[in-house]
């Protein structure tokens, strides 16, 4: 980012709700490298809160806590909720009023706070009939902030993204948690035959997009954040086989991938999204080996998981 474009973010307010977590935390980073004055707010305490931010802890359904976090913000990000497609599925009354309740109470509020901007993460399951119940949230959720865009003039942008990975990740997500198996337990497995293709994108270059979309040009607009390689899993787990010299098992068990498309999302049709690349990314190869020297630093710092491969520090 220009100085000329840091000056003019100084001063600036952001929340960003569900900043706690792997993409909101590099949310409030990135927002607060670029000058922002950033408040977190989720029903859990960040991990990685830096000096200057500050921490909110409540929850998206009240409205009271909701409203005060908003007050004199310039810009609101809206990454909390249920986002893992086994968790929706498993719990679809949570998903329901986690994911569609909780983003009308964050709409409310920023109508009554005159919110500038509303940024919310969709995903690309919005294109397809799979994603279960996680899928119709998102769906339910844009047509929401449609409404609230042309009944009440809230300008929002959408930011469906594709497949994120990188460091503070959970087991929720597939890297991190092929990794943490082959570190582990020396094997990989993935249901169906890995023929699925997936465009990765590395965390910090979405949280990067995530601060660059503040631009008027992007304005009721839907903005789609994939990586720029698309690559087939077996092929990613291969490559993550050859960097942990080939020690690695892979097993593809053979089970239909019920919740998730093959080659690609689209069967469904919602509003169209630009696709927004960056100048620079981080290469697919790099991206990987950072993140797997960041599970294995962890879990050798940790005490829960018994490391079976070793790796050079």
Known sequence: MTKNKTEKMNGKKAVVFGGSGFLGSHVADALTDSGFRVIIFDCKQSKYLQSGQEMHIGNILDME?????????????????????????????????????????????????????????????????????YR????????????????????????????????????SNFIYNIIHQALTEGRMERKGDGEELRAYIHISDAARACVSIINEKFNNEYILLTGSQTIKVKDMLHMINEMLSNEIKIHFLDERIEEHYEITPY?????????????????????????????????????????????PD
Do not use: W
Request: charged share 20%; proline share 2%.
């Open 65 to 133: 806590q909701v409203s005060f976090a908003v007050k004199d913000v310039d810009v609101v990000y809206h990454f909390a909720g249920i986002a893992d497609i086994h968790e929706a599925n498993e719990k679809p009354m949570d998903t329901v009023m986690y994911n569609i309740v909780g983003t009308t109470t964050i709409l409310e509020a920023c109508v009554k706070a005159n919110i500038p901007l509303f940024v919310f993460a969709s995903s690309v399951y919005v294109y397809s009939e799979h994603g279960g119940f």
């Open 136 to 171: 119709s949230s998102k769906q339910a959720c844009e047509l929401l902030i449609e409404n609230y865009n042309k009944l009440y003039n809230l300008t929002f942008t959408i930011l469906r993204f594709g497949s994120l990975y990188g460091r503070r990740a959970s087991k």
């Open 267 to 311: 069967t469904f049709r919602p509003r169209l999204a630009r696709n927004l690349f960056l100048d620079t990314q981080i290469d697919l190869g790099q991206g990987i080996l950072d993140t797997i020297y960041d599970v294995y630093k962890i879990l050798k710092r940790g005490k829960e998981s018994k490391l079976v491969i070793s790796i």
